[in-house]
């Protein structure tokens, strides 16, 4: 079945958003959509979107690529980092109550002027392999917890409830990711 | 500039997972705008979450989505919406919301409201505090997230500079006081009402009612 599409390395990745950048690759296109657009909506339905919603909101983060695709920069953001920037915004403005104001833009004007000097020491390239490294040494209970706890967006407490764990063992959980993460990368990341 | 305090490492994974509420994520924004160390550290926690897209089980899509999409590529992208100059002596994370005007709450102190939607009683504010100057003695009945702007205060847990981020909740009680020389001014999400203390505290209590 289509949506069970090859594993798409952080290489290949760039090279099919460089493709569309380019010239308008519509290979490319299908390749990346068909890979991230399933794993995008079970990310926004996990954290609360229903079916449809989130549906739209994982194809309007591919088109939203085709169309950004020139802004994309490989050395400050791989392609799935990027890819969840996007989803992450347009969930944003999707469930805001006002629509006046917009936060997805507040996440841009925060970012330094191109020009500006990396903030990290490294690249995301290499920012990428340590956060896969980090997340392969973590046992899967502690996985889970900081999913349910940033990414769902869940209260400490209803975590608890809903993996039937005392409150302590979450935030343990919670803590020994963060202190494995941050091993992983350093102190200045 | 030199910072030394920063919002918890949850607070930041939060914020970049997108799911801190738009009055405390804009006062991270705020911090985040002028901190090299947390931008990465966002950026690693942004990683992550990519990683985590990767390595999620992909959901059935809709039937047709592929063909759906394909049939959008060509549409004319729609303008992007343009984004106002923020108001001076506004950090530039302001940009797209209104600002009211300074407004004197007490000696040297003054306020203004910035237009963020309210979450659970949560809102966003300027606060601009002549050198010199105290805030009375006072607890919280929920989150105080402060981002120093311009000057510095002090408090029992230290002193503030400019691009420092102070994380109080209920359980936090204290007198901050702005250090001479500079004007201090900050922005602040906060939840609830200022709880005074004191004689000056219960007199100034109708006044403040931030």
Redesign the interface.
Known sequence: M????E??TPQKAANLVRAIATRRD?EA??DL??F????????L???GAA?EI??DLA?ET??TV??KADSYDPG??????????I???L??DRF???QR???H???E????AESAPP??PFD?VQ??SR??AA?DSLPEEQ?RV??L?????NAHGDIARKLGIPLGTVKSR?RLA?AR??SF?GE?? | MTITHHPGEETLAAFAAGTLDEPRSVVVAAHVALCPQCRATVATFEQFAGTLVERALPAAPRAGALEEALAQLDEATPPAPVIRQPEPDCPGVLAPYEVGRWRWIGPGVYWRKVEVPQSEGTRVFMLRAGPGSSLPHHGHSGVEWTCVLQGAFRHDLGRYGPGDFDEADNTVEHTPFVEEGDVCICLVAMQGDLELRGWLGRLLQPFVRL
């Open positions: 289509r949506y069970e599409a594993p798409i519509r296109f299908k959509f068909n991230y657009q399933p794993r995008i909506k079970t990310m339905m996990r954290g079916d989130a549906e194809q591919l088109i085709w169309r400050k953001a791989t392609v799935s980092a990027w890819l969840f920037t989803a992450r915004n969930r944003i805001r109550k006002d104001a917009q936060l833009h507040v996440y004007l925060m970012l330094p903030d990290a995301a920012r990428e956060v896969r997340l996985v900081v999913e706890s940033f990414f769902e967006g919670l963060m993460l941050r990368l200045n990341s």
